[in-house]
């Protein structure tokens, strides 16, 4: 997990572009569940990224 890219809203990647890496990440290590991607994608929010992210179970 240290070699994820975090995701803040404040870095210059856009969402778009931070979805396509957690996406190459997972093809690299040929990783096909979905459910391991969106765990992924959710781990590498931060900040207010990530402020968001818990607010939609809400």
């Known amino acids: 997990?240290?070699?994820?890219?975090y995701f803040t809203r404040e870095n210059q990647t856009t969402p778009g572009d931070h979805v396509k890496d957690i996406a190459n990440i997972?093809?690299?290590?040929?990783?096909?569940e979905?459910?391991?991607?969106?765990?992924?994608?959710?781990?590498?929010?931060?900040?207010?990224?990530l402020q968001w992210?818990?607010?939609?179970s809400s």
């Open 34 to 49: 979905m459910q391991v991607f969106f765990k992924l994608l959710a781990s590498s929010f931060k900040g207010k990224a």
């Open 1 to 5: 997990l240290k070699n994820i890219p």
């Open 53 to 56: 992210f818990r607010s939609l």
């Open 26 to 32: 997972c093809a690299i290590h040929e990783m096909n």
